[in-house]
């Protein structure tokens, strides 16, 4: 996704949750994330690459990766801000990993 907007979404702004038995590659590129529930979540199976992004507002997590059964999570975050309480990495079964560049 490039050049994009998405606003006050009660659910979050973007998730991705693979089946048991599939994968997903994301790359957002200057998209602005502003007053949802979470910016963007990944999950186990998901690779994800966050360019010249942001996601503020009324978020829990900016940029989360959750490691789950199906696989890791891995979230590359570069010169994109996540207000609030920035990116996270977890993984209760599988491991997540999470990088970041300086903005």
Partial sequence: MRNNQINAVTAGG??????????????LDNVQLLNNQFGLRIEGGT??????SVATGKVTNGFIAVGTAVGTAELNVE??????TGRTAY????PARSSASPT
């Fill in 79 to 84: 010169s994109s801000t996540a207000a609030t």
């Fill in 91 to 94: 993984g209760p079964t599988r």
């Fill in 47 to 52: 690779r994800a690459t966050v360019v010249d």
């Fill in 14 to 27: 973007i998730f991705v949750k693979p089946t048991a038995t599939g994968s997903a590659l994301v790359a």
